[in-house]
């Protein structure tokens, strides 16, 4: 019998690339997105879910179970892109970023922890992001949010280890998406301190999604984590230099690191 998968944010970017690598590897896949109607051609089916809404969240999970009566993988991987002056970000879309990127699929973990419980069986793959290693400029809420995913998965682990059911975190790179159609971007407002670097550094970060990798590396790297027996706590997917960013973060003095970052986006 083929896995039953759930992908969060099936509808587009890199979950529509996971669900179609993974449908077309034979498995049983859903998605979801908050306006399933406008995506007519998608080839997996897509169910009604809203991150920030905690009965869309439930409906779903239930609607999953109503059709194939399991959940064998869960891929939490709707988020939204935020940028801007940390200063100058409206605490209301801070908290927005939040909702989507972290408290949404925390509470859609827990909407399906018991059933994978009661079947002694479960993955969950949460996509979290390179940038939640190191706190970055102009992208600090973003960096913040998908870390504290990844902080939270650690802990996770350890919590649900004795129900026989996995977590794990993968963080990608850049990959050409439409991300920055759906992110926040933080106005550029004429004679504010930030105006001159955010605007370069604003630049840069569209630059390096438009010439990021083929999403389809992540949908790989996703059949991949499903066939192994036991996954790792973390796992990256990105150019070396992304991934090797990582391991400098850890091996470097912190001002030093720092001084690299500042050198890299010319602040």
Do not use: C, W
């Not at 690339?17 to 109607?37: A, Q, W």
């Not at 908290?95 to 993955?123: C, D, H, W, Y």
Request: net charge positive; charged share 20%; hydrophobic share 40%.
């Amino acid at each position: 019998m083929s896995k039953v998968i759930l992908i969060t944010g099936g509808s587009s970017g890199i979950g529509k690339s996971i669900g179609e690598f993974l449908n077309d590897k034979g498995f049983t896949v859903y998605g979801t997105s908050r306006h399933p109607e406008r995506y007519q051609d998608s080839v997996f089916q897509l169910i009604k879910l809203d991150l920030a809404d905690e009965a869309s969240i439930s409906n779903a999970i239930e609607k999953v179970f109503k059709l194939s009566g399991r959940l064998d993988v869960l891929i939490n991987n709707a988020g939204a892109g935020i940028t801007g002056p940390i200063e100058e970000i409206p605490n209301v879309e801070i908290k927005r970023n939040f909702e989507t990127n972290f408290f949404g699929p925390v509470q859609v973990i827990k909407s399906v922890l018991p059933a994978m419980r009661k079947q002694n069986s479960g993955l969950i793959i949460n996509i979290t992001s390179i940038a939640g290693y190191m706190g970055l400029p102009y992208r600090g809420v973003y960096s913040a949010s998908k870390g504290a995913l990844g902080l939270i998965t650690e802990a996770f682990r350890m919590e649900i280890k004795d129900f026989n059911i996995a977590m794990t975190n993968l963080a990608p790179g850049d990959f050409a998406t439409n991300i920055a159609a759906g992110r926040y971007h933080a106005p550029l407002i004429k004679g504010s301190f930030y105006e001159k670097k955010y605007g370069e550094v604003l630049k840069s970060i569209d630059e390096d999604v438009d010439n990021g990798s083929d999403p389809i590396l992540v949908a790989q790297a996703v059949y991949n984590i499903i066939n192994t027996k036991r996954p790792k706590i973390h796992y990256k997917v990105g150019t070396f230099m992304q991934k090797f960013s990582v391991v400098l973060k850890q091996i470097l003095p912190s001002k030093v690191y720092e001084k690299l970052l500042m050198n890299h986006y010319k602040l």
